[in-house]
């Protein structure tokens, strides 16, 4: 599952991360449509017990740079969501280089209202921009989330902050995180679950077993 302006579609709705349709193809999978309607939750799960909100167990997917791009539930080590684009990439350009790939368009083509957006590829991460509404290519734009691709490797210039695994269940991390919610959004004939830690930072999967993105930021549909 691999939002981003690829995004996951089905019966004329997208679940989006900051981004739905623009120029790559789509591919069947998430990080999240800010200003946009949260997704509405089918399916909720609270458990019970006590959630400080900090994880216990620390888990990275790779041994990074002391300097590492560190992935948080507000943006990046240096830039939360809201900052400017420029101050973003430069900060993610001075630890991790050039991008591997960017994109850039409407956020949402089934929406004339729709903000322009901008994503920078890295790997398994994807950071994305965009625009207030209405924007244009040459609108400003801000930090407004990130994803990772759990299938693929993170750079060795980029970790997750401590203490979220990459290699889990969506049971796992309602032990985990005992004030999680997991819910489930219905997109046509398909649902996409998502499971939410207290601190923000969110897994997704497209069963109700094995999470297949990780990410912050905000998250809604394009219809």
């Known amino acids: 599952m691999y939002f981003s302006f690829r995004a996951l579609s089905a019966a004329g709705a997208v679940l989006v991360v900051t981004a739905c349709g623009t120029n790559p193809p789509p591919v069947v999978s998430a990080s999240p449509s800010a200003g946009s309607a949260s997704p509405s939750a089918s399916a909720s799960v609270t458990p019970s017990g006590t959630d400080t909100g900090t994880p216990s167990t620390t888990v990275s997917p790779s041994a990074p740079a002391a300097n590492a791009v560190v992935l948080q539930p507000k943006g990046i080590d240096g830039a939360d969501f809201g900052t400017p684009e420029d101050d973003v990439e430069a900060v993610l350009t001075a630890k991790s280089g050039k991008p591997d790939d960017s994109f850039s368009g409407p956020v949402c083509e089934l929406n004339d209202a729709t903000p322009y957006g901008r994503q920078l590829v890295y790997g398994g ?3 994305l921009f965009q ?6 290519r040459n609108a400003a734009r801000t930090f407004t989330s990130w994803v990772v691709n759990m299938e693929q490797p993170l750079k060795p210039s ?7 695994p990459v290699d889990t ?5 309602k032990r985990e995180f005992p004030r999680g919610k997991l819910t489930s959004v219905a997109l046509g004939e398909t649902a996409v679950y998502i499971f939410r830690t ?7 999967g497209d069963d109700n077993k094995t999470p297949t993105d990780i990410g912050a930021g905000s998250m809604g549909t394009c219809e």
């Open 198 to 204: 207290p601190s923000g930072i969110w897994y997704r």
């Open 125 to 127: 991460a994807v950071f």
């Open 169 to 173: 269940t969506f049971a796992k991390l």
């Open 131 to 136: 625009s207030k509404r209405n924007g244009n």
């Open 158 to 164: 980029m970790r997750l902050a401590d203490g979220y």
